[in-house]
């Protein structure tokens, strides 16, 4: 089964991985692989809104 994803390896300490495990068997993630790209997804995600509110508060700060 190829695919057009791209791929790479990462490495945890075991507690790291035992929360990604409890969130993969919370949300019932058939794969550890599908459960780490939606903490990702999820990271990246607050990351956004955070910079964002970040932006309007120093636009609202500069007046």
């Known amino acids: 089964m190829a695919t057009d994803k791209a791929r790479y390896t990462v490495s945890v300490d075991s507690d790291l991985f035992q929360k990604i495990e409890d969130f993969r068997f919370a949300y019932r ?35």
């Open 29 to 63: 993630y058939q794969t550890r692989s599908e459960a780490t790209v939606e903490l990702i997804r999820l990271g990246l995600e607050a990351l956004q809104k955070e910079q964002e509110k970040e932006k309007k508060e120093q636009k609202n700060n500069s007046y």
